[in-house]
């Protein structure tokens, strides 16, 4: 059964840093790829980062590049979201995604976690 789980949301001031952890089930996580995506209330969904299941390489959404990295733990099973400079415009429910099909980045979201809330705010 695949399964998804985030955690390491929370609140911070500007400028502030979080760290999001996506622990995968079910599945090697290091075969596929995986995407953070995120979304505030009366915002479509966004698409954050992908890390391919090829070579590791990690892809960026240009609004948090040079902020936001993306990396992978194959011996955790895990994928994790370090989160810097954070700003008000980054508050939103991230979630971790894969369909456990693609390789290669985007990917899907046939299976995903259950979210993590992030609050950017003074």
């Known amino acids: 059964q695949v399964q998804l789980v985030e955690s390491g949301g929370g609140s911070v001031q500007p400028g502030g840093s979080l760290r999001l952890s996506c622990v995968a089930s079910?599945?090697?996580?290091?075969?596929?790829?995986i995407g953070w995506f995120r979304q505030a209330p009366g915002k479509e969904r966004e698409g954050v980062s992908c890390i391919s299941g090829s070579d590791g390489r990690a892809y960026y959404v240009e609004s948090v590049k040079g902020r936001f990295t993306m990396s992978r733990d194959n011996a955790k099973n895990t994928v994790y979201l370090q989160m810097n400079s954070l700003n008000p415009e980054d508050t939103a429910v991230y979630y971790c995604?894969?369909?456990?099909?693609?390789?290669?980045?985007?990917?899907?979201?046939?299976?995903r976690g259950q979210g993590t809330q992030v609050t950017v705010s003074s």
């Open positions: 995604a894969t369909d456990v099909l693609n390789v290669e980045c985007p990917g899907g979201d046939d299976y």
């Open positions: 079910g599945f090697t996580l290091r075969y596929y790829a």
